[in-house]
């Protein structure tokens, strides 16, 4: 069964706004990832955090962890048109012994200029 | 540049016609990893190899086998497309294969059955 669902499915903004992606999971995790697709193209890892950690900050980009809740959050500020992607969360189930990514549905944003 | 490389890029196959994707690595990762996108849909893992170690997803179909001759490449076979194969194929690497590492993805290979 799919381990995350993230929200919205589609995200469409202004240059310069700020994009929030949101991620859900269902069973405990060692560590959520972000990645991004462009289109047609495969993931490139943005950010990893750790089941311990509840934010975390990487350049434009803001991700927190509520474990109690089971979900992230992804932000990008002051969006650019060259952030257009697809954005997936990744899961690592706590308990397993080698790093299988669960992936999410995915967000598509589209920044326009 | 250090990379993951997957050819070819675009891949047409007829209905039960064997198909052979490439995958190669100048990372020198030791896991080597075979995901299935199907379109609009969630990246899904069929297999991996940590080094020369197969492990095979309990819900991969048999029409999945894989092939890792030595630590740069990897080749995902696909022995009877059917028309629910075609999706895009993506191969990532890794370090090791510990939870905290992130994964390096190639370009994908869209695999097209008619």
């Known amino acids: 069964s799919q381990q995350g669902e993230e929200d919205p499915q589609a995200l469409s903004i202004q240059e310069g706004e700020n994009a929030t992606m949101n991620c859900s999971y269902k069973?405990?995790?060692?560590?959520l990832q972000w990645y991004r697709q462009n289109s047609g193209r495969g993931l490139v890892h943005l950010i990893l955090i750790r089941s311990n950690e509840r934010e975390k900050h990487s350049g434009r980009l803001r991700v927190t962890l509520d474990t109690s809740k089971k979900s992230s959050s992804l932000l990008i500020t002051a969006s650019r048109a060259a952030d257009t992607a697809s954005y997936f969360c990744?899961?690592?189930?706590?308990?397993?012994?080698?790093?299988?990514?669960?992936f999410g549905q995915g967000t598509i944003l589209t920044v326009h200029p | 540049d250090a990379m993951v490389i997957q050819n070819p890029r675009y891949q047409v196959t007829q209905f039960g016609k064997p198909v052979t994707l490439s995958c190669s690595q100048t990372?020198?990762?030791?896991?080597m990893y075979w995901y299935q996108q199907k379109s609009s849909q969630a990246p899904k893992l069929l297999f991996h190899y940590y080094d020369k170690d197969f492990n095979n997803e309990a819900d991969t179909p048999d029409n999945f086998q894989s092939r890792r001759p030595n630590t740069s490449f990897c080749f995902l076979d696909i022995r009877s497309p059917g028309l629910g194969d075609a999706a895009m194929y993506l191969c990532?690497?890794?370090?090791?294969?510990?939870?905290?590492?992130?994964?390096?993805f190639g370009p994908g290979t869209r695999l097209t059955v008619t």
């Open positions: 990372l020198n990762h030791n896991v």
């Open positions: 069973t405990s995790i060692n560590n």
């Open positions: 990744a899961t690592i189930a706590g308990g397993t012994s080698y790093g299988k990514l669960t």
């Open positions: 990532a690497t890794s370090i090791n294969r510990d939870r905290l590492y992130e994964q390096y």
